[in-house]
């Protein structure tokens, strides 16, 4: 019993600390594409893959063996809408009247939440750049834009690109001066660090919180200093 928590515990927190992979693979041709996109948690120990043949369809798999495999949509036909019994309408209530702001007002209320929100949302992108990495991106195939022109400037900023972009970055694309369109195949997979990932939101959540706490501390105590007009 003990040894069952204590591996399960130990899986758990290993989901935090292996990078996920998320990635997309897809074939076009003349009949039909086929799409396919997964995510792998543990080194492929756990997954959850969506494909689309004809159909759009779901599965969760264990290692190699699809444990659950659905139908997106399955069963919805079958549903019978169930009518809900009509509630009894209470009163509207008036709201409350209170005084709208001026255009101006507004504009300094919502410039007083971006300086809130600027600094930590800054930091949490630069720290998710840190999180977040490409793996791989692989494409090969025809590709035709309609005229030989524009066929031939588009093969020639892909072969570019491809000298530039570095070793991850696959692009095996034939330029196809008769038939306009894609017909081949590619692959995209990210990898990112769930653990470092939530620790990142939690501080810049943490961050905003306390610089939007110090601000209307200042706001409240600003109107209590406010002196008061004297009545003659």
Known sequence: MIEGLTLFAVLFLLIFAVPIRIGATGQTSDTQPEL???????????????????????????????????????????????????????????PDE??????????AEFMAYYDLAKRPAIRFLRRLLKTIWLRRVEVEGTLGAGSPDATGKMAGSIFAAQSVLGPKVRL?????????????????????????????????????????????????????????????
Do not use: M, N
């Open 36 to 94: 396919l996109g997964y995510v792998h948690i543990l080194f492929g120990l756990i997954g959850v893959t969506v494909e689309y043949v004809g159909e759009l369809t779901w599965s969760l798999k264990l290692g190699p063996l699809a444990v659950l495999k659905r139908r997106l949509g399955e069963g919805d036909d079958d549903e019978k809408e169930e009518e809900a019994p009509e509630a009894k309408k209470e009163p509207e209530k008036e």
């Open 98 to 107: 209170k005084p709208e702001l001026s255009l101006r007002e507004r504009l």
């Open 172 to 232: 095996d694309v034939r330029p196809d001066f008769v038939t306009p369109g894609f017909k081949g195949q590619f692959r995209l997979e990210i990898c990112f660090w769930l653990g470092f990932l939530i620790v990142s939101l939690l501080v810049a959540a943490l961050a905003i919180g306390a610089r939007f706490a110090i601000w209307y501390l200042r706001k409240k105590l600003a109107g209590f200093r406010r002196p008061r007009p004297q009545t003659a």
